[in-house]
């Protein structure tokens, strides 16, 4: 009996695992395509330099609840100028999302789930062939200076907790700790 459970144990995560749409993973990336995965990954490093600026500045100007409000406000315009600048989509999304805006594409998806609750330092960029296109997932870490925002739901200051419940009644993106995968950049270029 026991042994039946398990092995239908096993069939599900197998079962799981082949119905998930998952793309082919370009290892090592063609040389060919290297130039687009740069111009990708130059793209996400811009974004997440504009987004840390604000972010830093905000903070040190009103501290974390008014940062909550700049986030909110500016995230995604920054995001899609920067996009829109290089010519290149790009976004950040996660496993536990704040931003149901930022719900993973669905290529994205499968590399989010699998990655759910690791380590950054365990999760490896990843290059995805996309037929057409290319798609590139960079791990985002959780550093200290995140977890006023991203910490402990208990943890978090009472000015924080209100913006957020304010702003963003579904959010789900608590509970990290610093070195915890928070999410991914992804970016999507033409091949
Ligand atoms: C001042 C509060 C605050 C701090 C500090 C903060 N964030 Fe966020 N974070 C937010 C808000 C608000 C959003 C939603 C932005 C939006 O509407 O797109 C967000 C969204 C995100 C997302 C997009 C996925 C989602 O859940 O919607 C990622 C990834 C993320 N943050 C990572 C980080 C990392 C990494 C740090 C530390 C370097 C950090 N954040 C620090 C408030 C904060």
Redo the contacts with the bound molecule.
């Keep these: 009996m026991r042994l039946q459970v398990m092995a239908w144990g096993v069939a599900l995560v197998l079962g799981g695992c082949s119905s998930a749409p998952r793309h082919r993973v370009l290892e090592p990336v063609p040389p060919d395509v290297a130039p687009r995965v740069a111009a990708a990954e130059a793209t996400m490093t811009e974004v997440q330099q504009r987004l ?1 600026k604000r ?1 830093t500045a905000e ?1 040190e100007r009103g501290g ?1 609840a008014a ?2 409000t700049v ?2 406000d500016e ?2 315009p920054l995001t899609a100028s920067v996009a829109h600048e290089r010519s290149i989509e790009v976004g ?3 496993h ?4 149901p ?2 719900a993973p594409r669905a290529w994205v998806a499968p590399f989010v789930s699998a990655a759910a609750g690791a380590k950054a330092a365990d999760v490896k960029p990843v290059v995805v062939d996309l037929g057409d296109r290319v798609g590139v997932l960079k791990p ?4 200290p ?2 977890t ?3 910490g402990a739901r208990e943890a978090l200051s009472p000015e ?1 907790a209100q913006a ?1 419940k304010d ?2 009644p579904t959010d789900a ?1 608590v509970g990290f700790a610093p070195g915890d995968l ?2 991914f950049f992804w970016a999507e270029v033409p091949r």
């Design positions: 840390f972010l903070l974390p940062a909550v986030c909110r995230a995604q950040r999304t996660s536990k999302l704040r931003n805006k930022n985002i870490p959780t550093a200076l995140c006023s925002c991203h924080v957020l702003g963003y993106a928070r999410g």
